[in-house]
């Protein structure tokens, strides 16, 4: 079950802003959810939690509707536990995020813990060994989220099989560059900005996810 969830338009949700309010967010993944994206990253940095946790649980509900998969950034995986039963799969994290042995033991054998390898195929191997059930590699292209991100190379992935866990690409993908990124053997394309766009326009949103899920779809 972990790992048939991880494939296909990961999308990431736009961090809180002036015009991404967290009203115009939920509308955004509305939009995505519309649009047919069913994989969805809540990263939101800097949140006070309380408020964070009441933002997720808007997710949580939505996702749900959908059918959709919702994983947690910057969630310690000590609060899924007011998930319980929803949309809310698992955590993401990052390497100055709580330890992969720690989630994985909180969480249990059924959740997903995602964990972000940068451009180093051995942050990958112990985090399988750690208990992961994907690893992502990025930033593939320049990231305007992420501008000062290391840079990865397409050989992580045709590496990473032998893991046996599936490999989320991540940083400046667009649509042109996602069959590239599946050829070479990335299960995911994990995407921010090229999905969501840099404003609130949930109409825009949902004609642009039906081409991220058509693209990716084309390719497998």
Request: with cysteine; glycine share 10%; aromatic share 8%.
């Amino acid at each position: 079950m972990r790992g048939q969830l991880i494939r296909g338009v990961y999308a990431i949700t736009p961090e809180r802003s002036a015009i991404w309010t967290p009203d115009a967010i939920v509308d955004c993944v509305a939009a995505a959810l519309e649009g047919g994206v069913r994989l969805f990253q809540c990263r939101q940095k800097n949140w006070e939690q309380t408020e964070l946790l009441e933002f997720v649980g808007e997710l949580n509900a939505l996702c749900q509707k959908y059918d959709a998969a919702l994983i947690l950034n910057d969630v310690p995986s000590a609060e899924f536990s007011k998930f319980e039963g929803g949309a809310v799969v698992g955590v993401h994290l990052g390497k100055t995020d709580e330890a992969i042995n720690m989630a994985r033991s909180r969480l249990g054998g059924q959740r997903v813990v995602g964990a972000s390898c940068y451009n180093q195929f051995e942050l990958a191997e112990q985090a399988v060994q750690h208990g992961a059930s994907y690893v992502a590699f990025g930033a593939m292209y320049p990231s305007g989220t992420k501008p000062k991100a290391v840079r990865a190379e397409l050989e992580l992935f045709s590496r990473a099989r032998a893991l046996g866990v599936p490999a989320v690409a991540i940083g400046g993908i667009t649509l042109e560059r996602v069959p590239e990124l599946m050829n070479a053997g990335a299960h995911a394309v994990a995407v921010v900005n090229g999905l969501f766009g840099m404003e609130p326009d949930a109409a825009q949103v949902c004609s642009v996810a039906q081409q991220w899920v058509d693209v990716v779809n084309e390719c497998t």
